[in-house]
């Protein structure tokens, strides 16, 4: 049989056990009070109450204060999870340090007009606000994430309600599966020519031998060079350096590199060898013709 705490119980321990979690130490009594907005003795007596219960432990010393049991998870419906996985949050488009979600579920799924989740969330629920917009994932398995307006909070549970405005999922299947074909040109070749050569191929992006290197250029920097008058040019000018990934990358790590370089293209190789390009529009292509074949 489940332990029934009080209210004031239940708030301190999920203090205790955020607090915990962030310094990975002992948690002083008056570190609990501050976070939840109690007098210190009044948080002492609880511990003393909650110790009793075998739910708290005490660490003697000047450095000493509290710690969780396993039995305090237990209490308030938190698995302690050895490596577990951090999934972010930004409320109002700033993140929130030290904030974690434990659980995630979707609470009108039979509703015709409504999609509402409700998350419980680990750390200091004085972030949260009814009004605020706020975005959480993406989960570590199927990398969810979900965005939207919070418009519940129950500080008692560490739980909000949010009217999820997108439900989104990033790919974790290999790059190989979404990767355009691998059409080079020599970087000698004029811009025309690479016209020519996007067009008849319907290429996004292309490799570019250039001084050697393996290099992209997109059909849109192509078009916009011909409409500067720059047809005549090398194409191998107009070409940019870039990162390659393995075939057999998940798309959302790759997707992640494009980000953190700024780039809408990537080279995907297979061993030494380059075998196609991962581009955006391309992805967006086969998630859209993926998920038409589906409805």
Same mark, same amino acid.
């Given at each position: 049989?489940?332990?029934?705490?009080?209210?004031?119980?239940?708030?301190?321990?999920?203090?205790?056990?955020?607090?915990?979690?962030?310094?990975?130490?002992?948690?002083?009594?008056?570190?609990?009070?501050?976070?939840?907005?109690?007098?210190?003795?009044?948080?002492?007596?609880?511990?003393?109450?909650?110790?009793?219960?075998?739910? =708290?432990?005490?660490?003697?010393?000047?450095?000493?204060?509290?710690?969780?049991?396993?039995?305090?998870?237990?209490? +308030?419906?938190?698995?302690?999870?050895?490596?577990?996985?951090?999934?972010?949050?930004?409320?109002?488009?700033?993140?929130?340090?030290?904030?974690?979600?434990?659980?995630?579920?979707?609470?009108? =799924?039979?509703?015709?007009?409504?999609?509402?989740?409700?998350?419980?969330?680990?750390?200091?629920?004085?972030?949260?606000?009814?009004?605020? @917009?706020?975005?959480?994932?993406?989960?570590? +398995?199927?990398?969810?994430?979900?965005?939207?307006?919070? #418009?519940?909070?129950?500080?008692?549970?560490? =739980?909000?309600? +949010?009217?999820?405005?997108?439900?989104?999922?990033?790919?974790?299947?290999? =790059?190989?599966?979404?990767?355009?074909?691998?059409?080079?040109?020599?970087?000698?070749?004029? #811009?025309?020519?690479?016209?020519?050569?996007?067009?008849?191929?319907?290429? $996004?992006?292309?490799?570019?031998?250039?001084?050697?290197?393996?290099?992209?250029?997109?059909?849109?920097?192509?078009?916009?060079?011909?409409?500067?008058?720059?047809?005549?040019?090398?194409?191998?000018?107009?070409? @940019?350096?870039?990162?390659?990934? $393995?075939?057999?990358?998940?798309?959302?790590?790759?997707?992640?590199?494009?980000?953190?370089?700024?780039?809408?293209?990537?080279?995907?190789?297979? !061993?030494?060898?380059?075998? !196609?390009?991962?581009?955006?529009?391309?992805?967006?292509?086969?998630?859209?013709?993926?998920?038409?074949?589906?409805?």
């Amino acid at each position: 049989m489940s332990l029934k705490l009080t209210p004031i119980q239940r708030e301190t321990l999920m203090a205790l056990i955020s607090i915990y979690r962030k310094k990975g130490t002992s948690v002083r009594g008056e570190e609990i009070a501050a976070l939840i907005n109690r007098n210190p003795g009044t948080v002492r007596n609880q511990m003393q109450t909650m110790k009793a219960l075998g739910l =708290v432990e005490g660490v003697p010393g000047p450095k000493g204060g509290y710690k969780a049991t396993i039995k305090a998870f237990e209490a +308030v419906g938190m698995e302690e999870v050895e490596d577990e996985a951090i999934i972010k949050i930004w409320v109002n488009g700033e993140p929130v340090e030290n904030g974690n979600v434990q659980e995630m579920a979707f609470t009108t =799924v039979r509703h015709p007009g409504l999609c509402r989740a409700e998350m419980k969330l680990i750390g200091d629920m004085r972030v949260y606000n009814i009004g605020d @917009k706020i975005v959480a994932g993406p989960t570590p +398995v199927n990398k969810i994430i979900v965005s939207g307006e919070i #418009i519940g909070k129950d500080d008692m549970d560490n =739980v909000i309600l +949010v009217d999820a405005a997108d439900v989104e999922t990033l790919p974790k299947r290999p =790059v190989g599966e979404y990767m355009d074909k691998f059409v080079v040109m020599e970087g000698g070749k004029s #811009i025309k020519d690479a016209k020519e050569k996007v067009e008849s191929e319907k290429l $996004d992006s292309m490799a570019v031998l250039e001084e050697g290197e393996i290099r992209l250029v997109s059909n849109k920097d192509v078009f916009l060079s011909l409409a500067e008058g720059h047809g005549d040019e090398r194409v191998g000018s107009i070409s @940019k350096s870039t990162i390659s990934v $393995d075939v057999n990358t998940p798309l959302h790590i790759a997707i992640v590199k494009m980000r953190e370089e700024d780039t809408r293209s990537i080279l995907v190789s297979e !061993g030494d060898k380059k075998v !196609g390009i991962l581009n955006k529009v391309h992805i967006l292509d086969v998630i859209t013709k993926g998920l038409m074949d589906k409805i």
